[in-house]
Nanobody, 126 residues
Framework: QVQLQESGPGLVKPSQTLSLTCTVSGGSVTAAPYYWSWIRQSPGKGLECLGAISWRGSIFYSPSLKSRTSISRDTSKNQVTLQLSSVTPEDTAVYYC??????????????????WGQGTQVTVSS
């Protein structure tokens, strides 16, 4: 059973960079043909996939957030990381990591992913 666990600060100040880590157990971030994604849900809105990294290390971003998003991985730690720069209160959301054999960015739904983390609340506020 693959398990994903998000971690990182719950409060970020405006204009700063949000940094989150997803630690994977029961599976490998290099296992084909999986994509490891960062997804968020803001209050009153649907799920939005910010981007994904493939088992090969190829990275894909949502066009709407590409200029502020950076996704990377540490294969030695079996972790995937998210950095979102220049945050505003509109970036307040529950952030999830999830995995799927399909590559998706942008608006998405829960049933398209095979495994999810439990999510972590990030609030952007001064």
């Amino acid at each position: 059973q693959v398990q994903l666990q998000e971690s990182g600060p719950g409060l970020v100040k405006p204009s700063q960079t949000l940094s989150l880590t997803c630690t994977v157990s029961g599976g490998s971030v290099t296992a084909a043909p999986y994509y490891w994604s960062w997804i968020r849900q803001s209050p009153g809105k649907g799920l939005e996939c910010l981007g994904a990294i493939s088992w090969r290390g190829s990275i894909f971003y949502s066009p709407s957030l590409k200029s502020r998003t950076s996704i990377s991985r540490d294969t030695s730690k079996n972790q995937v990381t998210l950095q979102l720069s220049s945050v505003t209160p509109e970036d307040t959301a529950v952030y999830y990591c999830a995995t799927s054999t399909r590559l998706m960015t942008g608006a998405t739904t829960r049933n398209l992913y095979d495994y999810w983390g439990q999510g972590t609340q990030v609030t952007v506020s001064s």
